[in-house]
């Protein structure tokens, strides 16, 4: 097992409150947790950015990485065990939040769509 890695079968559970974090909460917000090696995201925060939601992005796993748009990325110890309270299991992760709960999850892939 290597330190730090995620729990195997972790999953972003539904209807679970968000853990401690940062930013006011908005009735409905989009919650993006990814990690340096993620690759080019620049479809999947075009969409995001896009929809009209609130748009938090946490850089989490300790290598610093900006996020675009104007974004400030929440990141540090914090955000990482914000990661793992979460149980993301696969970066980048994108949550649908609802008043602070947990409504939908992608962890890997994500098609655009907010549903």
């Known amino acids: 097992m290597i330190l730090g890695a995620p729990l195997a079968g ?3 559970r539904l209807g679970e409150p968000l853990p ?3 930013w006011v909460s908005a009735g409905r917000e989009v919650v993006v947790v990814y990690t340096h090696d993620c690759g080019d995201l620049g479809d999947l925060w075009t969409a995001l950015l896009g ?4 748009v938090r ?3 989490a796993e300790g290598t610093a990485t ?3 748009g104007g974004l400030k990325a929440w990141q540090g110890e914090d955000a990482t065990r914000f990661s793992r309270a979460l149980r993301v299991g ?3 992760a994108v949550l649908l939040v ?3 709960r947990v409504l939908n999850a992608w962890e890997g892939t994500f098609a655009g769509r907010l549903e």
């Open 66 to 68: 900006p996020a675009p």
């Open 51 to 54: 929809s009209g939601l609130p």
């Open 57 to 59: 992005a946490v850089n």
């Open 10 to 12: 972790a999953r972003v």
């Open 20 to 22: 401690a974090h940062p």
């Open 90 to 92: 696969t970066y980048p």
């Open 98 to 100: 609802q008043d602070g």
